[in-house]
């Protein structure tokens, strides 16, 4: 389950992690492979690497490494609107010195659901809790845990309401009054990345 504080009206949408890589090459070997966040955080670090004394010191001297630093400071204007064209003409200016560099993105898509079934309680104008489960199994198990809290004991949840997730957000709302809750369905849209409200 991921919880989130939304505002109100605020659309859910969930982006899949997405990593950035890194890969360096010192003739045919992988001397370098690594991922960060974002491609600004690849840029910095692969002039770190190029620049500084270690990983490539045996192939890219003094001289070669401020020929790569000038370059990255001729850039500035790229740094974060189009840092990997930056990693490009650093790349081309390895590859005479026989170093290999290779970015690639990848967007973990395998852990996200198809379709995000969610828990929305809205306590007040601009206060509101957001909360999405994989499957509908998981969000009904949530709610009559939430329901039974108001109880003195479990198992005294009607078994009409038990078998009807609207009858139990509608039993939650009661006990939280004058708060909200509401359901929801959103489907991941496989172009973008995003999931978006089904009922749209």
């Known amino acids: ?3 989130s504080s939304t505002p109100r009206n605020a ?7 997405t990593t950035y890589d ?19 955080f690849r840029l910095r670090m692969c002039i770190k690497l190029l620049t500084s004394a270690g990983t490539f010191a045996g192939v890219i001297d003094a001289a070669r490494a401020a020929r790569v630093h000038e370059l990255y400071e001729s850039r500035t204007e790229h740094w974060t609107s189009a840092p990997d064209s930056v990693v490009d003409e650093a790349a081309k200016l390895c590859r005479r010195w026989g170093v290999q ?3 690639s993105t990848t967007r973990k898509k395998s852990a996200a659901p198809a379709v995000l079934y969610s828990v929305t309680t809205e306590y007040g104008p601009d206060q509101s809790v957001a909360e999405h489960f994989p499957d509908r199994e998981s969000r009904t198990a949530s709610l009559i845990e939430r329901a039974e809290h108001f109880f003195a004991a479990p198992g005294h949840i009607p078994a009409i ?14 006990f939280l009054m004058p708060a909200t809750v509401t359901l ?9 990345g995003i999931y978006r409200s089904a009922s749209r």
């Not at 890194?22 to 991922?35: M, S, Y």
């Not at 929801?184 to 973008?192: A, F, H, P, W």
């Open 184 to 192: 929801g369905e959103s489907v991941l849209d496989e172009t973008t």
């Open 22 to 40: 890194l890969i360096i090459c010192n003739g045919d070997r992988i001397a370098f492979h690594d991922h960060y966040e974002n491609p600004q």
């Open 161 to 174: 309401v038990l078998s009807d997730e609207q009858r139990l957000a509608a039993l939650v709302t009661t």
């Open 11 to 17: 659309p859910d949408e969930l982006t899949p992690e």
């Open 1 to 3: 389950m991921n919880a």
């Open 101 to 103: 560099i290779y970015v």
